[in-house]
């Protein structure tokens, strides 16, 4: 889902905050068990762009 509120013209920067501590614990638990998580972020582009994005972790697979 994403949201423009006006048109984003010119230089451009995305941010997002973290997510909260309980997320990011369960992020890392998962990625610990399985060697791959999600986490789901806000993400902004200045004040005219705010969507929903989910960063994905996968662990490197080992040489068989």
């Known amino acids: ?3 423009y ?3 984003a ?3 451009l920067r995305a941010t997002s ?3 909260e501590a309980a997320a990011l614990a369960e992020f890392e ?3 610990g068990l399985r ?3 999600r986490l789901p ?3 902004r582009i200045g004040e005219s762009v705010r969507f929903h994005a ?3 972790a996968l662990a490197e697979a080992e040489d068989a």
């Open 17 to 19: 905050t973290l997510p």
């Open 35 to 37: 060697g791959k998580a």
């Open 5 to 7: 509120a006006q048109p």
């Open 29 to 31: 638990r998962r990625f």
């Open 54 to 56: 989910d960063f994905i």
């Open 1 to 3: 889902e994403i949201t």
């Open 9 to 11: 013209i010119g230089e």
């Open 41 to 43: 972020l806000v993400v």
